[in-house]
């Protein structure tokens, strides 16, 4: 049974930090791409960062400089560093696991910013 459980997120005042981590079992960590999306209140999910297999990075305009996803293959888990955050960056943030024609996706975990 594959899970990807999101921990991290909470309340954070704007110009402060937070770090989400996402833990991955039941599958071959090591030969996914992973990524980050959050989705906002009335508006779509959309991508935040992504990392493959191999570690190539890729993040979204909005989060360039702020935000650095990584993974510890060892730990099989995925993080998100994210900096300097402001209130648009409230949403509920989503670790997605894919390769090949399977995807999967965590339950979610919320983070607010606001003063």
């Known amino acids: 049974q594959v899970r990807l459980v999101e921990s991290g997120g909470g309340l954070v005042q704007p110009g402060g930090s937070l770090r989400l981590s996402c833990a991955a079992s039941?599958?071959?960590?090591?030969?996914?791409?992973m990524g980050w999306y959050r989705q906002a209140p009335g508006k779509q999910r959309e991508l935040v960062a992504t990392?493959?297999?191999?570690?190539?990075?890729n993040s979204a305009d909005s989060v360039k400089g702020r935000f650095t996803i990584s993974r510890d293959k060892g730990k099989n888990t995925l993080y998100l560093q994210m900096n300097s955050l402001t209130p648009e960056d409230t949403a509920v943030y989503y670790c997605?696991?894919?390769?090949?024609?399977?995807?999967?996706w965590g339950q979610g975990t919320q983070v607010t910013v606001s003063s």
């Open positions: 997605n696991a894919a390769r090949l024609q399977s995807g999967y």
């Open positions: 990392i493959t297999s191999d570690g190539s990075t």
């Open positions: 039941g599958i071959i960590f090591s030969n996914y791409h």
